[in-house]
């Protein structure tokens, strides 16, 4: 039996899905494969589809103008900046990004412990107490960069049956520093909550940090010995950081790569039936699906809901950061 | 040729009012010395914290548990400069 999704709009053209079956994405990254294991109809939506809300979420601009933050500082002092001007040019680049020239006022946030205020706060708390003397030092690569905001893709192994192409594994690490002549992926991770035993443990077992571990075995020619996360808290009136080492040995990595053959069958097998069945478990969980509203709504009625609601875009892993 | 004048290096003064200003201007026209006055008032502002939480009672917290020996490996907090 066959329950199809009606045809929809024309997809954007996305590299990272096959060009024999066009449902079908082969640039497999935590975001993706993630998406379609709390539940394939939202992935199609997000994904396939690629539809999202048309107000950009608060967590959002605020985690990618953090990233920033510290990309553009340690760009800075990769070129030989000391950690004042390295802080400057940081600043500088975060409240350009968070004012709105065109309606001549700063951005406005619905989140109150992130705001124009906090984030700025943020940035300069945490390059003063993680980025000057920081002992995790930035790698320089062979052409000069440093190791920030790196996109790696490599051939995860599996092959589609239907198509003969190749999944690959694909994605954007924050950065790639050097401690006691050993190297790590670093990754931030922002909180409302307690940098505790409970926040750093939903990172073991992690999609996300399961694939960066795995690519950081694969994907580059450093010998990676393993993941850090750099922990922010953030709350109305303050900042915290914390660091915390995430492992994962072979045996580990193997697991979550043997459940990703499994996943990557699943993935195959809904884009070959058009059939991407709802996880109805799923849709309170993260707080809340972004497309509970439409899936609460009769078949008929989704696609009008859609439209009128949200807007369309292209979330391609393969290309490469700065390439967009 | 710029007609700006000099800027000093003197931190412009990182009061309250001054800082809730800045936030609210076009980042466009600021001078290193705007920038440095949000820095200074953020890193003040700080220091107060620090300084209340150092006076008031300590509160013992629930210290970061490794899951196991092993994890305990790779780097510690202090030695990564928390």
Same mark, same amino acid.
């Not at chain 1, 500082?73 to 680049?93: M, V």
């Not at chain 1, 109805?280 to 972004?290: A, H, I, P």
């Not at chain 1, 509203?293 to 490469?320: G, M």
């Given at each position: 039996?066959?329950?199809?999704?009606?045809?929809?709009?024309?997809?954007?053209?996305?590299?990272?899905?096959?060009?024999?079956?066009?449902?079908?994405?082969?640039?497999?990254?935590?975001?993706?494969?993630?998406?379609?294991?709390?539940?394939?109809?939202?992935?199609?939506? !997000? $994904?396939? %589809?690629?539809?999202?809300?048309?107000?950009?979420?608060?967590?959002?601009?605020?985690?990618? *103008? @953090?990233?920033?933050?510290?990309?553009?500082?340690?760009?800075a002092?990769?070129?030989?900046a000391?950690h004042e001007d390295a802080l400057d040019k940081s600043l500088g680049?975060?409240?350009?990004?968070?004012?709105?020239?065109?309606?001549?006022?700063?951005?406005?946030?619905?989140?109150?412990?992130?705001?124009?205020?906090?984030?700025?706060?943020?940035?300069?708390?945490?390059?003063?107490?993680?980025?000057?003397?920081?002992?995790?030092?930035?790698?320089?690569?062979?052409?000069?960069?440093?190791?920030?905001?790196?996109?790696?893709?490599?051939?995860?192994?599996?092959?589609?049956?239907?198509?003969?192409?190749?999944?690959?594994?694909?994605?954007?690490?924050?950065?790639?520093?050097?401690?006691?002549?050993?190297?790590?992926?670093?990754?931030?991770?922002?909180?409302?909550? !307690? $940098?505790? %035993?409970?926040?750093?443990?939903?990172?073991?077992?992690?999609?996300?940090?399961?694939?960066? *571990? @795995?690519?950081?075995?694969?994907?580059?020619?450093?010998?990676?010995?393993?993941?850090?996360?750099?922990?922010?808290?953030?709350?109305?009136?303050?900042?915290?950081?914390?660091?915390?080492?995430?492992?994962?040995?072979?045996?580990?990595?193997?697991?979550?790569?043997?459940?990703?053959?499994?996943?990557?069958?699943?993935?195959?097998?809904?884009?070959?039936?058009?059939?991407?069945?709802?996880?109805?478990?799923?849709?309170?969980?993260?707080?809340?699906?972004?497309?509970?509203?439409?899936?609460?709504?009769?078949?008929?009625?989704?696609?009008?809901?859609?439209?009128?609601?949200?807007?369309?875009?292209?979330?391609?892993?393969?290309?490469?950061?700065?390439?967009? | 040729?710029?007609?700006?004048?000099?800027?000093?290096?003197?931190?412009?003064?990182?009061?309250?009012?001054?800082?809730?200003?800045?936030?609210?201007?076009?980042?466009?026209?600021?001078?290193r010395?705007?920038r440095d006055?949000?820095v200074?008032?953020?890193?003040?502002?700080?220091?107060?914290?620090?300084?209340?939480?150092?006076?008031?009672?300590?509160?013992?917290?629930?210290?970061?548990?490794?899951?196991?020996?092993?994890?305990?490996?790779?780097?510690?907090?202090?030695?990564?400069?928390?």
């Amino acid at each position: 039996m066959s329950a199809q999704l009606p045809a929809l709009l024309p997809r954007p053209l996305n590299s990272s899905f096959s060009t024999k079956l066009p449902t079908l994405q082969l640039g497999i990254d935590s975001t993706s494969l993630g998406e379609f294991k709390i539940c394939p109809r939202r992935y199609y939506y !997000s $994904l396939v %589809e690629g539809w999202q809300t048309r107000l950009q979420s608060a967590h959002l601009v605020f985690g990618i *103008a @953090l990233h920033k933050a510290r990309e553009t500082y340690d760009y800075a002092r990769s070129s030989g900046a000391g950690h004042e001007d390295a802080l400057d040019k940081s600043l500088g680049e975060v409240l350009q990004s968070t004012w709105n020239s065109e309606l001549g006022r700063p951005w406005l946030s619905d989140i109150p412990i992130k705001t124009r205020v906090t984030l700025v706060r943020t940035v300069v708390w945490y390059l003063d107490t993680l980025g000057q003397d920081d002992p995790l030092q930035t790698v320089q690569l062979a052409n000069g960069r440093p190791a920030v905001e790196l996109s790696f893709r490599f051939d995860s192994g599996y092959r589609s049956r239907l198509t003969g192409e190749a999944f690959l594994f694909c994605g954007h690490l924050d950065r790639i520093a050097r401690f006691h002549e050993q190297y790590y992926i670093v990754d931030i991770k922002t909180t409302g909550h !307690s $940098l505790d %035993e409970r926040f750093f443990g939903q990172f073991t077992p992690d999609n996300q940090m399961s694939l960066y *571990a @795995l690519a950081g075995r694969v994907g580059y020619s450093i010998p990676v010995s393993g993941l850090i996360i750099d922990g922010v808290q953030i709350g109305v009136g303050f900042s915290r950081f914390s660091r915390f080492p995430i492992t994962r040995d072979e045996a580990q990595i193997n697991e979550w790569y043997e459940g990703a053959g499994h996943w990557l069958a699943q993935i195959e097998h809904c884009a070959a039936t058009g059939s991407w069945p709802q996880n109805d478990k799923s849709c309170g969980v993260y707080g809340g699906c972004q497309f509970r509203k439409v899936c609460s709504r009769s078949p008929v009625a989704r696609q009008t809901w859609l439209e009128a609601n949200f807007t369309r875009r292209v979330w391609d892993p393969l290309v490469a950061r700065g390439e967009t | 040729m710029s007609n700006q004048l000099p800027q000093t290096t003197i931190l412009a003064e990182a009061s309250p009012e001054s800082f809730t200003e800045l936030m609210n201007r076009d980042p466009l026209g600021f001078t290193r010395q705007d920038r440095d006055a949000i820095v200074a008032a953020l890193r003040a502002h700080r220091e107060r914290l620090e300084k209340t939480a150092a006076s008031a009672p300590t509160k013992v917290r629930k210290a970061i548990a490794l899951s196991s020996p092993a994890d305990a490996q790779p780097v510690s907090d202090e030695d990564l400069g928390i």
